[in-house]
Structures are given as C-alpha cells and as structure tokens.
C-alpha cells in the first residue's frame, strides 16, 4: 500500500502541477500564451505520462472519482478507497503550494489560480446547472473510457493513450464551462489557497464528479463486463 500511496500522491501532484500550472503560468502569457487547447493538452499530457511511468504500481487514478468509478465497477477493493483518495488530496495540496510559491514569484496575484467555478466565476459564465450536467457527464464519459481501455479484453498498451487523450478532449468541451474539473483533488488543492468563493462552490466539484462516476462504473460493470 505504501508503493501505491506514494504513486497515486506523485501522480497527482504531477497532474495538478502540469495541467493548473499550464493555465497558470502559460495560458495567457502575456497575450498569445497556449490558450484552451494548450491547457487541455497539458492536463491530457500528465495522465498520459503518469500512466505509463507509475501505473503499473498504483494503476494511476491521481483522481477521487477515477477511484470512486473504479470501486464500483468492481475493480479497487474498498479497503483501498479512502488511502487512495487521501494521497491523491495530498499530492494536489502539495502541488498547488508549489505552484502558488512560483506563482506569486514576480510580484503578482495567484488571480483565480485555475479553480473551478460556476455562475460568475465560470469562464463562460454558464449556470450551476450548467456546470452540474457538464460535471457529472464528463466524468461519465471519462470513467467509461478508463473502464473500457483497461479492460482485460482490450488492446494491450494503448490505454495510457487513450485515457490521456478523453482528458484532453473533456478540457476542450468543458474548461469555458466550469475550467473543468471532473476530479475533486484538483478542485480542492486550488480552491483551498484561493478561499472565499472557490470553497463556497467547491462542494460541486466534489458531489458531481463522484456522481458521474459512480454511474459510470456500475454502467459499465451492468453491460460491458464479460459474463463468467
């Protein structure tokens, strides 16, 4: 358990580092930075790389709701649900403090640091309801992907690929919605340093997630999984 506490903490730091710290950093530098598509390539980046690096140890969730989909789909054994969710929390907090010291480095502000919202503190200022159905939906989506590429009867060596990939498509529809999120560890290592209104709204991010999830795995162990 400690190899896979230790994986699933440095995946997830790598994951909030490179993916909040792209659009931090580089979203908008100073005019012409990498913009939407260069974020959701960061974050789709990080998984993929982490998925081949560390997931043969920890299978590489760096995600609650990952771990939530999985737990119901009959694949993590409930005794490992709250270690993983804890590292996973761990490695975003200590990511996000890392990049608040790089952040603030020039004598700025940390802005909204890339933490999700709705209504007036969305990108595109799309409702709560808005921002519930694209929360709940993508993180669907994205553990049937998951549950799907690493499916014993799946091609072997392409679901880092392909999971990699559903995260940066789900960046490319969602980020004007809720910045995205579809994983309450990042949500909640950003919200924690920017306070004030990202924690108000964070419970959206927490509940919508595990939700999308949990439907997703009990979908996908209900049709797809192969009768004995």
């Known amino acids: 358990m400690t190899k896979k506490f230790s994986a699933e903490f440095l995946g997830t730091f790598w994951l909030v580092l490179g993916g909040c710290g792209s659009a931090v950093l580089a979203a908008g530098f100073p005019d012409t930075g990498i913009g939407f598509v260069g974020v959701s390539l ?26 939530f989909g999985l737990w119901a789909g009959g694949r993590l054994p409930t005794k490992e649900l709250v270690p993983y969710i804890i590292a996973q929390v761990l490695g975003g907090l200590a990511a996000a403090a890392i990049l608040y010291v790089i952040a603030t480095g020039n004598g700025s502000s940390i802005g909204n640091f890339a933490a999700n919202g709705y209504g007036e503190h969305s990108p595109g200022k799309y409702s709560l309801t808005a921002a519930l159905i694209t929360e709940i939906v993508m993180t669907f989506m994205f553990l049937i992907v998951i549950l799907g590429a ?18 940066t498509l789900i960046h490319l529809i969602s980020i004007p919605v809720t910045n995205t999120s579809v994983n309450p560890a990042r949500s909640i290592s950003q919200a924690v340093f920017v306070g004030d209104w990202a924690l108000s709204q964070l419970w959206l991010f927490i509940v919508a997630p595990i939700i999308g999830a949990i439907i997703a795995g009990i979908v996908y162990k209900g049709l797809f999984t192969k009768e004995d």
Do not use: E
Not at 151 to 157: L, Q
């Open 42 to 67: 960061a974050f789709g980046l990080t998984v993929l790389t982490i998925a081949y690096s560390l997931g043969h140890i920890s299978g590489a969730h760096l995600n609650p709701a990952v771990s």
């Open 150 to 167: 690493t499916d014993a009867r799946a091609p072997k060596g392409f679901a880092g690929l392909a999971i990699g990939l559903a995260l």
